[in-house]
Each structure stands twice: as C-alpha cells, then as structure tokens.
C-alpha cells in the first residue's frame, strides 16, 4: 500500500483524523443500518441521499490527498481510493477504467456482508455507499467535479454472495 497515512486523536475533543480529515472507522453493522434506513425511504429517494452524501464527502477527501501528494495520473487518482476503501475497513476493490467510465468490482465488502448478517440476502443490489464513493473517486481521479459520473451496481454480494459488480458511466 503506497497511501500515507497520518492518523492523529484531538485529545480535546476525542475526535480520530486521517490525513486532516475527521474520520470515524467502519463499523459494518453501523453502515448496514444506515442502509436499510436509506432503502426504507425509497420513495423519497433514501438511496439517492445516501450516494450524494458520500460522493461529496469522498471527493473532498480524495481530492486533498492527490493535491497534497501530487498524485498526478489517473491510475494513481484512483488508487488513492481503492486504498483509501481498505483502511477505512469497507473492503477490498479492484478497479479498471478511462475518463469514460469503467467498472469496479468487490472482492470484499464490508457493507454488504453486515446486511448478510442482520437480513440475510436481499432481493436487489443495497451498496449505495459504495455507488458514491467510486463516484467520487473517478470524478478525482480524471480531475472532475463531484456529479460527473453515474454509477449502477449491477451484481451484489448481498444478493448473490459473490463479488459486487459496478459499472461507472460519465454523466
């Protein structure tokens, strides 16, 4: 893993940062009920909320760190946050893609094994999460603003057991 990783505690307030940015570990369980809230207001477009928030976070966040790392490719760009996604604990990703688009696939996800272990499998693709975070991360790694790209997950671990699948477009 190449990323820097500069962890510190405010001993004023107990709040955890990485790299500058106050950060809060995974916790599966935590994100597989924040899931299951956003898919119970689907009809107010709860799974929508749920990828904005974490797309506008992410690219903040991501954006910092090719800034102050001078990360200047896209391979690099998006490296940054596939490695960004294990030390936060959501997981393991591989990624493939150009400026166009391109696809994201799980290998390990957090997010989706928690729902398995709260509800058991589930009937469509839940990673909202996930959809926002590679948002963001493509959107950074080609030197975009957040909302430049769509992304479907279009086969999930919580549905089917195995890997999650995302195919990123340019919007």
């Known amino acids: 893993m190449s990323l820097k990783l500069d962890f510190s505690l405010d001993n004023d307030t107990f709040r955890h940062y990485l790299n500058g940015h106050a950060v809060v ?23 929508q909320l749920l990828k904005d928030v974490v797309e ?10 090719v800034t102050q790392n001078n990360q200047s490719t896209p391979l690099q760009r998006c490296n940054v ?17 150009t400026e166009n688009g391109g696809e994201v696939c799980l290998i390990r ?11 058991g499998r589930h009937t469509k693709p839940i990673n909202h999460f996930t959809c926002g ?15 430049s790209y769509t992304v479907v997950e279009t086969a999930s671990m919580a549905v089917t057991g195995a890997e999650g699948t995302f195919i990123v477009t340019l919007s």
């Open 25 to 47: 570990m995974h916790s599966h369980h935590y994100l597989a009920l924040m899931t299951k809230l956003a898919e119970e207001f689907d009809t107010i477009g709860g799974p």
């Open 56 to 65: 506008e976070s992410m690219w903040a966040v991501f954006n910092d760190y």
């Open 81 to 97: 946050g596939r490695e960004y996604y294990s030390v936060y604990g959501l997981g393991k990703m591989k990624v493939a893609g």
């Open 109 to 119: 996800s957090h997010i989706d094994e928690g729902w398995i272990r709260k509800w």
């Open 133 to 147: 975070y590679i948002a963001a991360m493509f959107a950074v790694a080609f030197n975009k603003p957040a909302k």
